[in-house]
């Protein structure tokens, strides 16, 4: 035992190590995502956290908050974190127990710890194991994904880097709760749900939802996806708000998520949507992703898109108790359908349109220009994060269903009737080749602008261009942000790469259409969509230039 306590670790001792740049290092949508073999070359990891390091300043005795989702790599790459960061002189690290963290946990803690930032692991719902992806993510200290300015400083750094700093020491132990420390490094294990579980308790009316629960005529299925939310779900929906045991499904989190994609869509949650489908289904159902961020909403043999979703969310939010005082304003991605723009001019309230990420909700949730945001692809969240927030949308959920003791369905429907229904579908083309796939891209920068005035079928196009930001609080401009056709009928059709995949290109196709009359609210999506889709097709060239006759993946 040494003269400063049981905690401290022995003595180690800091050593430079040299390396040389990869030339791969540039975040994408959402943080570094690689292969997990990728990230297992030599330095290659350790490179883009000291890069991490490099471009900031003023961390020197702050607090950093570390976790992942606890994918297979999560935990090597916790220790080499940890003893960088102590080399690198680091205060504190909150570390989350077994290196579990969700992402909304992880923005959590650092607004609430006042951390100056957080390093998330993880490849979101890209598939985990040995041959999965593997994903490192940095958050500012507002809690939320660092901005362009600062990725692209990172980046900068990971071009020249040529050593790096880390201490040799032997592996911390992450999975007992309590204090210890790497030099003077302190490291807090803590328990990964309590923090984030208050929150949700302040802003969710608890006993509603567990009469609901206690009422035994409500029965909920959540599918953790054997990802992260597992044991934020038991805590939160079994043993905080009393529903059933078998309330949450596949609730521990596995190195590969057993073998699937942690996706919750109608196409990877396909256990779930069966569940749902059944004679006997459950009155709701939810499902989130790798790292907790995204959510999916069922109801009995019923769907919930993602923008209708955030709609729902907006025109009911006076029915929940930590929203009751009302809106400031809402925003979406700019894919997302504009579902939520009606609800927005209903309530008086601003909308903005950003592009696709949830960095570019942090300027506005910060100036409190926005309360509610979300995004086509799963993604629903507000200012009590800076993340998207997936269990915090079921709760929202729950709380609104709770107070209004209505169908999942009922309410959607009634929506519907109230606003217009917009039809919605993103078609994307998965793992093209990549210079096809920009070829595309470019020859639609090229053609667009000819499209105005045209007509595509019975749509006549008014607006179509190349999307372009500017960030209204910091005045940045974020361009070549998709091409979109807009139709005078409030049909739309957008084009964008994914910025997260790991393997060639991902075209996505997002089709919008719009209807006003109730007696036309029942078409299937599909099909109310399939004229949008041959026109989108035909518009890029899909089949021409890429030998694809459909999507991969339909969402
Ligand atoms: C996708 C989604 C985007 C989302 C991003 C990160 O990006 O389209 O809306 O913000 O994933 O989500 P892209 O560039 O592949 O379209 V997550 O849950 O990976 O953090
Ligand atoms: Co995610």
Redesign the pocket.
């Known amino acids: 035992m040494s003269a400063n306590g049981p905690s401290l670790l022995r003595t180690v001792a800091v050593k430079t190590i040299s390396t040389r740049p990869f030339e791969d290092q540039r975040p ?3 943080g570094l995502r690689k292969k997990v073999s990728e990230f297992q070359v030599p330095h290659y990891l350790e490179n883009f956290v000291q890069s991490i390091f490099n471009s900031l300043e003023g961390f020197r005795d702050a607090t950093l908050v570390l976790g992942g989702d606890g994918r297979f790599h999560n935990r090597e790459a916790i220790q080499s974190i940890l003893k960088i960061g102590a080399a690198n002189g680091v205060g504190r690290v909150l570390l989350g127990r077994g290196g579990i963290l969700s ?1 909304p946990a992880v923005s959590c803690l650092i607004r609430k710890y006042s951390a100056f930032g957080g390093i998330i692991l ?5 598939p985990g194991g040995p041959e999965g992806d593997f994903g490192v993510k940095f958050n500012v200290s507002n809690g939320g994904p660092a901005p362009e300015s600062v990725t692209e400083a990172i980046y900068a750094q990971s071009r020249n880097i040529r050593s790096y700093r880390i201490f040799d020491a032997a592996d911390v132990d992450i999975d007992q709760l309590g204090c210890m420390h790497l030099d003077r490094m302190a490291i807090e294990v803590i328990n990964p749900v309590a923090d984030y579980a208050g929150l949700m308790e302040k802003l969710f009316d608890f006993d509603a939802i567990s009469e609901l629960f206690a009422s035994g005529s409500f029965r909920m299925r959540y599918d953790a996806m054997h990802a992260v939310t597992g044991p934020y779900a038991h805590e939160i929906l079994e043993r905080r708000l009393g529903a059933p045991a078998e309330t949450v499904v596949n609730g521990e989190p596995l190195l590969d998520f057993g073998g699937k994609s942690p996706d919750p869509n109608l196409v990877y949650a396909h256990d779930l949507v069966a569940a749902m489908s059944g004679r006997e289904a459950p009155d709701f159902g939810a499902a989130s ?3 907790g ?2 959510n999916m909403i069922l109801g009995r043999r019923f769907f919930v898109t993602p923008s209708d979703s955030l709609a729902v969310l907006a025109a009911n939010a006076r029915f929940v108790s930590g929203y009751s005082e009302g809106l400031s304003g809402v925003a979406r ?1 700019m894919p997302t359908s504009r579902a939520v723009d009606r609800v927005a001019a209903h309530l008086h309230i601003p909308h903005y349109e950003t592009p ?3 960095k570019y909700f942090g300027n506005l949730l910060d100036a409190g220009k926005i309360t509610l945001c979300g ?3 799963f ?1 629903t969240g507000s200012d009590h994060v800076r993340e ?1 927030d997936g269990l915090w949308a079921v709760l929202f959920w729950l709380n609104i269903l709770s107070a209004r003791r209505s169908s999942v369905e009922q309410l959607t429907r009634a929506h519907w009737r109230e606003y217009g229904r917009h039809y919605y579908s993103r078609h994307d083309y998965e793992g093209l080749d990549k210079e096809v796939a920009e070829r595309v891209i470019a020859d639609l920068q090229e053609s667009i602008a000819a499209l105005k005035g045209q007509r595509i079928g019975t749509h006549e196009v008014t607006l179509s261009d190349d999307f372009s930001y500017l960030d209204p609080v910091d005045r940045s401009l974020t361009e070549h942000q998709g091409l979109r056709i807009v139709c005078s009928d409030e049909a739309r059709i957008v084009y ?1 790469l ?4 790991t393997e060639g290109a ?1 075209l ?1 196709i997002y089709l919008e259409r719009y209807e006003r009359d109730p007696s036309r609210q029942d078409l299937d999506c599909q099909a109310a969509l399939a004229d949008l889709a041959a026109a989108a097709r035909q518009i890029a060239r899909i089949e021409e230039k890429t030998g694809r006759r459909r999507p991969s993946l339909i969402t």
């Open positions: 994408g949508t959402s992402t993880s490849a979101s719902h890209n992703d790798g790292d961020d995204r991605s696709t990420g949830w995004e086509e692809s993604g998207k964008r994914s910025g997260t995949g991902t996505r």
